[in-house]
């Protein structure tokens, strides 16, 4: 009687320590993840014409201090993709000259609560990009 009483207690124990691992992993998980929350997307309908684009975060948040943007899609010939300093002095940041398949993938440490882009074919025709995008925050 008193074995069975043990082997059940290190059975308890063993659950309970097997429930706090998923716990923390799945706490970490989302703590380093929590864009999956906010992730937006912005469609590039007309790939043959030039375009401004601004991405919002997401109403609510604050405190943004990371984003991230993840370009794909397909375009028939060559454009320039510029990616601008939001913080108010339109300062280019990054560009990329792009052609055929497009899959790109930027991000960073970020303090502003918007982005600023500009879309240039060079000699696009048709085609078709989605910019999805998020901003962390806390």
Avoid: C
């Avoid at 906010?38 to 975060?57: A, D």
Wanted: hydrophobic share 35%; net charge positive; glycine share 8%.
């Amino acid at each position: 009687m008193w074995l069975r009483s043990k082997l059940n207690e290190r059975k308890e124990m063993k659950k309970t320590l097997f429930i706090l691992i998923l716990l923390f992993f799945g706490l970490y998980y989302v703590d380093t993840q929590t864009h999956w929350i906010t992730n937006r997307v912005y469609e590039i309908n007309n790939v043959s014409k030039k375009q401004k684009i601004t991405l919002y975060k997401m109403k609510g948040q604050e405190h943004i201090y990371r984003f991230s943007v993840h370009i794909t899609g397909h375009i028939n010939g060559n454009a320039k993709i510029k990616f601008y300093n939001s913080s108010g002095a339109g300062l280019l940041y990054k560009y990329k000259t792009i052609s055929r398949d497009v899959d790109i993938k930027w991000g960073g440490d970020w303090y502003t609560d918007i982005i600023e882009m500009e879309y240039n074919p060079i000699d696009v025709i048709k085609g078709n990009l989605s910019i999805e995008y998020s901003f962390d925050g806390f």
